[in-house]
């Protein structure tokens, strides 16, 4: 007869959060400290996620002085942190297109997730810069004037030069003045360069692989 694993909710660096993972090892420590009384309580569960069955790690601190009348304040731990925003389903075809690019892609949401915004927000801006590049725009010309060159080969609509010139501003402003994005104005960055990467990159060889792929038009015969 064998025993049903124990299992808690979790959060799985795969699925997401809420969802039941096997605890395939568990571990109890507690430290106190003798002059004051005040003591923490660590936790450590090695878990296998109940869907994908990806292995990660969860820690729980339970500090004494954090105990309020409604109980202990837990404070929870991964490893790997959870994204903080979720590579889109296209990314990885970028392996194949351009390495540059992908690492610059791969860097820019690993620093999200580390809650390095400043370096989230000028990662955009440089994804932005060698996505220009690809795109045969001089690499030597100033933001503005790349934005303005991509606008005139028919690159990029009017109204998405102004989101990019938004995400390159904001990137400067990350950059050299001293500006933290908070985490809804990282969303709003990443969104347009996902937008512009997506369309330019992805989509663009998708439509013209469609293309190739459908049946030709029959010619009508004409009327007698």
Not at 91 to 116: I, K, P, Q, R
Not at 122 to 148: C, V, Y
């Amino acid at each position: 007869m064998t025993t049903k694993a124990k299992q808690i909710r979790s959060h799985c660096p795969n699925c997401g959060p809420a969802r039941y993972a096997n605890v395939l090892f568990e571990h109890k420590a507690t430290a106190t400290d003798e002059d004051t009384g005040v003591w923490e309580t660590i936790t450590s569960y090695m878990l296998e996620c109940g869907g994908c069955k990806t292995v990660f790690f969860q820690e729980n601190f339970v500090f004494s002085e954090d105990i309020g009348p409604d109980g202990p304040d837990i404070r929870i731990a991964y490893y790997p942190a959870p994204a903080k925003r979720k590579r889109p389903d296209w990314f990885t075809l970028f392996d194949l297109e351009d390495s540059g690019l992908y690492d610059l892609l791969n860097e820019t949401y690993n620093a999200l997730n580390v809650d390095a915004r400043v370096l989230a927000a000028t990662g955009a801006r440089t994804i932005f810069d060698r996505a220009s590049e690809l795109l045969k725009i001089d690499p030597a010309l100033t933001f503005g004037q790349k934005l303005d060159e991509l606008q005139a080969k028919g690159h990029i609509s009017s109204s998405e030069r102004a989101h990019l010139d938004i995400l390159t501003d904001a990137g400067g402003a990350a950059a050299h003045r001293g500006w933290k994005p908070k985490p809804g104005q990282l969303d709003t960055i990443m969104s347009i360069v996902e937008s512009f990467i997506h369309r330019k990159f992805v989509l663009e060889s998708e439509v013209k692989r469609l293309k190739a792929q459908l049946p030709r038009r029959q010619k009508r015969k004409k009327k007698t």
